[in-house]
């Protein structure tokens, strides 16, 4: 069976056990709220490893054929300009609704981001093992490691030939179970579709919500729809894109009903592998450079979002000098976040109003009761965006071997 189909399926099941589930098994500390949990953490369960012992090999091979730094160069720029133009184009896309105004509520509640100064610090943590064990889903500090040890070992590869096996027999461990749990996403999304289904109605009840949401899904829609078919089209030789965004179908699926790119990143090398013909050292250093530098789809629903926000402040106008100012933090505060895998839109939004300042510090906190179908959307994109990034963000410096669109796994 395709994977799409068990994915889709999954999600299907998962409907129908919302459907028919008493909703105290699916409340914070309920039996199904706790296996959706578990099904979470398995499915991210090697991926950042598998990514960080990719990433020196990579390194390494590309090293010595003269390829590491123009596709990482390329693969940056490439990943920073789609960025910026998804805050672009989510300020543009809440210009084009306003006004649109969500009640100011006094009662909602967020829990504490880290301020800026200890997120950068722990990029570079005291003891090295902490890079490792972060318990928060943090992966900044281990792709750092896995860099120096890859420039470490292109430096004298004659000695880094018994680490490079090493690596390269785990590497190939790795990816085996990583094709393992890509196999049963589609049972582990069952659980994780009804706890999502069952928090999103939950956060809609009073209707509250419902003109934002709408003009949300209605530009996420257009991104998608039409804006990303258009970009490929002209970035991939004018070649046909749907196929290539059909070959990601599976990612997209598990990003958006989980609402967590983590999740659903395993299964975007596997594609990136099976479908599209990318081998391991070509996959392993663009997909660190998007994960944290390329979320556009975080950024489009961040900047979207703080536009109507700010909208909602009658005391705060919308000039075009407030424009610039949110068009360079949404980017900044983005890329901040993203050295969290973990880290959704909510995120984006709190730092980003603490950078804005002027008595709008706290107004995140409007979002918090939708902050879960923020990231749901944000994460489809982001899955969409970064598997198609691992074939046009330096397409001349990386070979591929496509299938057919019939034999996608």
Known sequence: MKLWLKY??????????????????????????????????????????LLCVNFPLAVLKLYEEKKFWRIEA?????????????????????LLV???????LSDTSSQSVRSIGSGLAEIFPRNLAAAFLSPGGLI??????????????????????????LLDS???????????????????????????????????????????LLIMAAASFGLVAMVIPLAIFLLNGRKNPFPLIFSNIPAVLAAFISGNLRFSSGSTIRLARENIGIKRRYNAVIMPTTLIFGRMGTAFIAALSFVIILSSYSQLTISMPSLLLIAMIIPMATIMASATMDAGPIVVL??????????????????????????????????????????VAARRHVPLDPKDPRHFI
């Open 74 to 94: 390329r693969s940056m720029a490439f990943s920073l300009i789609s960025l910026f133009t998804g805050g672009l184009m989510g300020i543009a896309a809440a």
């Open 140 to 165: 900044a500090p281990a792709l750092v490691f896995a860099l120096s040890v890859g420039l470490a070992m292109a430096h004298d590869p004659i000695a880094a030939r018994p680490i490079a096996n």
């Open 8 to 49: 889709a399926a999954g999600i299907l099941f998962g409907a129908a056990l919302f459907a028919v589930s008493p909703k105290y098994l699916l409340n914070d500390g309920g039996a199904l709220a706790s296996l959706a949990e578990i099904s979470l953490r398995i499915g991210w369960y090697v991926f950042g490893f």
């Open 98 to 104: 306003l006004p649109v105004r969500i009640p100011l």
């Open 350 to 391: 709190t730092l980003s109003c603490g950078f804005f300042g002027r008595g709008f510090e706290n107004g995140y906190l409007v979002m918090v009761p939708v902050a879960l179908f923020l990231s749901m959307v944000a994460a489809l994109i982001d899955a969409l965006w970064m598997g198609l990034a691992q074939v």
């Open 170 to 212: 785990l590497s190939r461990v790795l990816h085996t179970i990583n094709v393992f749990i890509t196999e049963i996403l589609g049972v582990l999304l069952i659980p994780i579709s009804a706890r999502a289904l069952h928090v999103v109605s939950t956060s809609l009840n009073g209707g509250i919500y419902s003109s934002f």
